[in-house]
T-cell receptor, first 115, second 112 residues
Framework: AQSVTQLGSHVSVSEGALVLLRCNYS??????LFWYVQYPNQGLQLLLK??????LVKGINGFEAEFKKSETSFHLTKPSAHMSDAAEYFC?????????????FGKGTRLSVIA | EAQVTQNPRYLITVTGKKLTVTCSQN?????MSWYRQDPGLGLRQIYY???????DKGDVPEGYKVSRKEKRNFPLILESPSPNQTSLYFC???????????FGPGTRLLVL
C-alpha cells in the first residue's frame, strides 16, 4: 500500500529564508505525486504535481519540487519565504493505474513565516 | 468558473439527526470522491464514484452513505451522526482517467 511521510508537523522560517518541506513516499512503482496547500479556513489548492515527466517540477507561487526516485522523496522548496506562504501543506501520492486512484495524503506540515 | 461547490460550509448538529452534505461540480467530471480531514491524520477517502450509479467504499466508509444519481452531484449522507464524525469534509472531482483532483472548499461539521 502506498503511504506518505511528511517530516515535521510544523516548520517555521523567517521571511526571505529558504522554505524546505520534506515528503517521502512508499510505493512499489513510481507514482504520481502532488503538493497541495491549504490556507486558513479554505479548501485545498494544487501547488504542483509530478506525473513522470521532468523530475524538477515548478508550481505556483514560486514553489518547486524535485522527484528523486533513489531517495523516494518529493521535497517542496521555495527560495524566499513570504508572509503569504503561511499555510498547511500536504504531500499526496496516487497510483498511476486507471480506476479509483485515491489520493493518499501525508499528515500535513504547517508552515509559519516570521517577519 | 470551473469549480466544486459544497453546502453547507459549516454545520452543527446533534447525535442521531440525519444530515446531508451536498457536492456539485460543473466540469463534467466522471470521478467524484469524499474525504475527511482530521488533525494529525491528513485526509482520508470515505467514498468515491467512477460515474453515475457507480459508487464504492474508500478507506473510512463506516457511518456514511453516498449516491450518484446525476453526474454533477455527489451528496454525502450521515444517517445517524456521532461525535466521532466531527471533522472537515472535502469533495473532489476529476475526469475519469485524469491525474489531478479538484477540491471543494470544505464543510466543517460538529456533532454534539
Amino acid at each position: 500500500a502506498q503511504s506518505v511521510t511528511q517530516l515535521g508537523s510544523h516548520v517555521s522560517v523567517s521571511e526571505g529564508a529558504l522554505v524546505l518541506l520534506r515528503c517521502n513516499y512508499s510505493s512499489s512503482v513510481p507514482p504520481y505525486l502532488f503538493w497541495y496547500v491549504q490556507y486558513p479556513n479554505q479548501g485545498l489548492q494544487l501547488l504542483l504535481k509530478y506525473t513522470s515527466a521532468a523530475t524538477l517540477v515548478k508550481g505556483i507561487n514560486g514553489f518547486e519540487a524535485e522527484f528523486k526516485k533513489s531517495e523516494t522523496s518529493f521535497h517542496l522548496t521555495k527560495p524566499s519565504a513570504h508572509m503569504s506562504d503561511a499555510a498547511e501543506y500536504f504531500c499526496a501520492v496516487s497510483d498511476i493505474s486507471p480506476g479509483n486512484t485515491p489520493l493518499v495524503f501525508g499528515k500535513g506540515t504547517r508552515l509559519s513565516v516570521i517577519a | 468558473e470551473a469549480q466544486v461547490t459544497q453546502n453547507p460550509r459549516y454545520l452543527i448538529t446533534v447525535t442521531g439527526k440525519k444530515l446531508t452534505v451536498t457536492c456539485s461540480q460543473n466540469m463534467n467530471h466522471e470521478y467524484m470522491s469524499w474525504y475527511r480531514q482530521d488533525p494529525g491524520l491528513g485526509l482520508r477517502q470515505i467514498y468515491y464514484s467512477m460515474n453515475v450509479e457507480v459508487t464504492d467504499k474508500g478507506d473510512v466508509p463506516e457511518g456514511y452513505k453516498v449516491s450518484r444519481k446525476e453526474k454533477r452531484n455527489f451528496p454525502l449522507i450521515l444517517e445517524s451522526p456521532s461525535p466521532n464524525q466531527t471533522s472537515l469534509y472535502f469533495c473532489a472531482s476529476r475526469v475519469r482517467d485524469g491525474v489531478t483532483q479538484y477540491f471543494g472548499p470544505g464543510t466543517r461539521l460538529l456533532v454534539l
